[in-house]
């Protein structure tokens, strides 16, 4: 194939994921404030239903903090703290109620170390480590290849260890999106359980976080560009 060939298709796919990044940052932004608009059964706010939960899940080292960023919820295990924006704290929307419930199911799934988040939490602390050396042993790798410096060997190792390392912090973004799926189920179960939502607002629920599933795929295809950059809930 064509070497400008293969340059516009590398191109119009870079092009393509971009696309998808804004517009589902834009749809998840949408949607959460259309439903920061809309009430729920319980007329509870973010921060109410993060106490009571608190008991009704038996979360007694769960503690609580308050962040400026807009959807800069979070759960950190690292603190065993659950992160609240300011409007999902004193709102009693049904934004309110299904991030929080999301955040909690992270919470959760600390507690019990399911599969996932065990998993998550190990692939995590090695690329915290091994991403800061994708990018130099890259360059370096293809700096001594072409100038066959001190063999084609040497390079070639060097690029296929950073390829390896890049690899890994792709299976470690992969092994995020079921994992923010199950927090999702175990929220709009938790919900349902607890008897927080009309019929109605159940399933504006349940479109609110299948939306922001969406961008779970979308967070992935933006952090494949930025190695260094931090999750914030795992």
């Known amino acids: 194939m064509d070497k400008y060939k293969v340059i516009a298709i590398v191109a119009l796919i870079i092009v393509l994921l971009i696309i998808i990044v804004f517009t589902s940052k834009y749809r998840i932004i949408k949607t959460y404030e259309k439903y920061l608009k809309v009430g729920n059964k319980a007329n509870l706010s973010g921060k109410q239903i ?8 038996e979360l007694d080292d769960l503690e609580f903090a ?3 960023v807009k959807l800069g919820d979070a759960y950190s295990p690292k603190y065993k703290t659950l992160i609240l924006s300011e409007d999902v704290c004193n709102s009693a929307s049904l934004s309110s ?32 480590f091994t991403n800061k050396f994708i990018i130099p042993l890259l360059v370096i790798g293809l700096f001594l290849f072409l100038l066959k410096y001190p063999n084609d060997s ?6 296929i260890v950073s390829g390896a390392l890049f690899g890994l912090h792709v299976i470690n973004l992969l092994i995020l999106i079921p994992l923010e799926y199950d927090a ?6 938790y919900i349902k359980e607890y008897n927080l939502v009309s019929p109605s607002e159940y399933r504006k629920s349940k479109k609110l976080l299948r939306t922001a599933a969406q961008t779970y795929i979308a967070g992935l295809l933006d952090s494949l560009f930025v190695f260094n950059k931090k999750r914030k809930k795992k």
Not at 98 to 116: D, F, M, R, Y
């Open 50 to 57: 993060a106490f009571i939960s608190k008991q009704n899940l």
């Open 66 to 68: 308050l962040t400026d």
């Open 97 to 128: 109620m299904a991030i929080v419930c999301h955040e909690l199911g992270h919470a959760v799934q600390h507690k019990k170390q399911t599969p996932l988040f065990v998993m998550n939490q190990l692939t995590s602390k090695i690329t915290r």
């Open 154 to 159: 040497v390079g070639k190792i060097l690029m």
């Open 184 to 189: 999702s189920r175990r929220a709009l179960k």
